[in-house]
């Protein structure tokens, strides 16, 4: 019997996401969010980042 080592699926990263979070939100709030995600042909959380990143150069927070 051989043992073979499963690689890694995915591209190496130096900020990898390996925290997580859950909180609930309306189903509009959901949608929203998927509306913003297809408009930059991207997922949801990738759409969340870049909304929060938004966010935060509205407020001038680092």
């Given at each position: 019997m051989f043992i073979i080592d499963?690689?890694?699926?995915?591209?190496?990263?130096?900020n990898p996401r390996?925290?997580?979070?859950?909180?609930?939100?309306?189903?509009?709030e959901i949608e929203d969010i998927q509306k913003c995600a297809?408009?930059?042909n991207t997922k949801r959380v990738n759409a969340v980042i870049e909304?929060?990143?938004l966010l935060k150069e509205k407020l001038k927070i680092k």
């Amino acid at each position: 019997m051989f043992i073979i080592d499963r690689k890694k699926i995915g591209r190496p990263t130096n900020n990898p996401r390996s925290e997580k979070i859950g909180f609930r939100m309306s189903k509009k709030e959901i949608e929203d969010i998927q509306k913003c995600a297809d408009a930059m042909n991207t997922k949801r959380v990738n759409a969340v980042i870049e909304g929060i990143s938004l966010l935060k150069e509205k407020l001038k927070i680092k």
